[in-house]
Nanobody
Framework: QVQLAESGGGLVQAGGSLRLSCAAS????????VGWFRQAPGKEREFVAA????????YYANSVKGRFTISRDKVKNTVYLQMNSLKPEDTAVYYC?????????????????????WGQGTQVTVSS
């Protein structure tokens, strides 16, 4: 397993932007598929975006497609989630997750159970 730490959350007005970072420790992180999930109060955790180990494949939930971008920097061992045009309904705790499972072995959309390593989460609050 790898250790993950999210950062970059905060309070932003609707229409604004935030960039979340997921920093990893562990030499094998570059070979991991990485996903972002979120959980709003009283709701189940839901998938947001995922990226393959190479960075060449990405997948987004319909609710964020066109507004969020997932990317990874293998040198820095970090995965990013750029969030633009934020809406109040994007308010949630955002978690990054990683797993050595190959891209084509994920569920579609990816599920929490697809990932074995998780960060502690970072709060994103979007005000109207």
């Amino acid at each position: 397993q790898v250790q993950l730490a999210e950062s970059g959350g905060g309070l932003v007005q609707a229409g604004g932007s935030l960039r979340l970072s997921c920093a990893a420790s562990g030499r094998t992180f570059s070979a991991h598929t990485v996903g972002w999930f979120r959980q709003a109060p009283g709701k189940e955790r839901e998938f947001v975006a995922a990226i393959s180990w190479s960075g060449g494949s990405t997948y987004y939930a319909n609710s964020v497609k066109g507004r969020f971008t997932i990317s990874r920097d293998k040198v820095k061992n970090t995965v990013y989630l750029q969030m633009n045009s934020l809406k109040p309904e994007d308010t949630a705790v955002y978690y990054c997750a990683a797993d050595p499972k190959g891209w084509y072995f994920l569920d579609w959309p990816p599920q929490s159970a697809d990932f074995g390593s998780w960060g502690q989460g970072t709060q994103v609050t979007v005000s109207s």
